[in-house]
């Protein structure tokens, strides 16, 4: 019996040693696998650079455009508003401003979004 397992364990360590010499590549030279994964680093490399590169140079001059395009929109949006007539003597046509019940926060007429610039809400004008 312990003769047995003495054979098996022997065979088991001859079997392991003869799986590493069959898997080894050190003396296979440079495969397909190692030149793909080679060529893969390579072609990574070039993309991060890349990109890298776009990054420093593109992106921020054209978020800076954007922001001066944002600015001059937001400066002529506020222009126009300049020259209608103030809230109050505006027309407040039915469908604004619908109330069924009065809210929960402040006096209860104003949304959470109210503006006091641009919304305004009569209530002596209510149908």
Same mark, same amino acid.
């Given at each position: 019996m312990?003769?047995?397992r003495q054979v098996m364990r022997f065979a *088991? $360590?001859? &079997?392991?040693? *003869? $799986?590493? &010499?069959?898997?080894?590549?050190?003396?296979a030279g440079e495969n397909a696998f190692v030149r793909e994964r080679r060529h893969v680093k390579e072609h990574a490399k070039g993309t991060?650079?890349?990109?890298?590169?776009?990054?420093l140079y593109t992106v921020p001059p054209a978020l800076i455009l954007a922001s001066l395009n944002?600015?001059?929109l937001w400066n002529e949006h506020w222009e126009h508003w300049s020259h209608m007539p103030p809230l109050e003597e505006r027309v407040e046509y039915p469908y604004?401003?619908?109330?069924t019940r009065n809210y929960q926060?402040?006096?209860?007429?104003?949304?959470?979004f109210w503006n006091d610039k641009v919304n305004y809400h009569n209530k002596d004008k209510d149908a």
């Amino acid at each position: 019996m312990i003769a047995q397992r003495q054979v098996m364990r022997f065979a *088991a $360590q001859l &079997r392991t040693q *003869a $799986q590493r &010499r069959l898997a080894s590549t050190e003396h296979a030279g440079e495969n397909a696998f190692v030149r793909e994964r080679r060529h893969v680093k390579e072609h990574a490399k070039g993309t991060t650079e890349l990109w890298r590169k776009i990054s420093l140079y593109t992106v921020p001059p054209a978020l800076i455009l954007a922001s001066l395009n944002a600015y001059n929109l937001w400066n002529e949006h506020w222009e126009h508003w300049s020259h209608m007539p103030p809230l109050e003597e505006r027309v407040e046509y039915p469908y604004q401003n619908i109330r069924t019940r009065n809210y929960q926060w402040g006096d209860g007429d104003k949304t959470i979004f109210w503006n006091d610039k641009v919304n305004y809400h009569n209530k002596d004008k209510d149908a």
